[in-house]
């Protein structure tokens, strides 16, 4: 049971907008901890898509976007390609238990 | 830029320590901070804990603290992670990654398989 909640998977067509979601709590996101999204294509390690709630790191096209509000933050994806299709994880920290802590990931399907 | 290459696969027995090494390139590693993450087959990220080369200074996360060991060889640019005690469940690939900005991770190394068998 993962400390933010992740829907476990979306889909979508090429060209379209998919959002993934990661909740969270008072004690984490909605303390104010920064959030950061990782992308993590079949068979490779984790890659660092969003940092600070909202900010791309360079390569990093711009149809990316991130979010973060009250107790949870979002990751967008607009102009959907199959090259998108990976897991998705938004990472934050966490003061109850003075740690990282991690969503469960979202598997994202490019239909 | 960084860049942190990670020791070969491993194969233990339960009961048993594994240290898996992470070596880094491309920066001074004394100005970073070295997280470890595991991911089991199929399951998501879990974070492990992190050390400060330059101070040997570590923090282990609750699940692992009594565990897990990470070091640091500021000589050759290497932090070490050893998990003993080894169950089944530890079977899972282990990551290390730089700490930026005291909160996100990047780069990440390529990963090591650690398999524990009984």
């Known amino acids: 049971q993962s400390v933010l909640t992740q829907p476990p998977s979306v889909s979508g067509a090429p060209g379209q907008r998919v959002t993934f979601s990661c909740t969270g709590s008072?004690?984490?996101?909605?303390?104010?901890?920064?959030v950061h999204w990782y992308q993590q294509l079949p068979g490779t390690a984790p890659k660092l898509l969003i940092f600070?709630?909202?900010n791309r790191p360079s390569g990093v096209p711009d149809r990316i976007s991130g979010s973060r509000s009250g107790t949870s933050a979002s990751l967008a994806i607009t102009g959907l390609q199959a090259e998108d299709e990976a897991d998705y994880y938004c990472?934050?920290?966490?003061?109850?238990?003075?740690?990282?802590?991690f969503g469960g990931g979202t598997k994202l399907t490019v239909l | 830029q960084v860049h942190l290459v990670q020791s070969g696969a491993e194969v233990k027995k339960a009961g048993s320590s594994v240290k898996v090494s992470c070596k880094a390139s491309?920066?001074?590693?004394?100005?970073?901070?070295i997280t470890w993450v595991r991911q089991a087959p199929g399951q998501g990220l879990e974070w492990m804990g992190w050390?400060?080369?330059?101070?040997?200074?570590?923090y282990y996360a609750q699940n692992f603290q009594d565990r897990v060991t990470i070091t640091a060889d500021r000589s050759t640019s290497t932090a070490y992670m050893e998990l003993s005690s080894l169950r089944s469940e530890d079977t899972a690939l282990y990551y290390c990654?730089?700490?930026?900005?005291?909160?996100?991770?990047?780069?990440w190394g390529q990963g090591t398989l650690v398999t524990v068998s009984s």
């Open positions: 990654a730089r700490i930026v900005g005291a909160s996100w991770f990047d780069p």
């Open positions: 600070g709630n909202g």
């Open positions: 050390i400060i080369p330059l101070l040997g200074r570590t």
């Open positions: 491309g920066g001074t590693f004394s100005n970073y901070t």
């Open positions: 990472q934050s920290y966490d003061s109850s238990l003075s740690g990282v802590v």
């Open positions: 008072s004690s984490n996101i909605g303390a104010g901890y920064d």
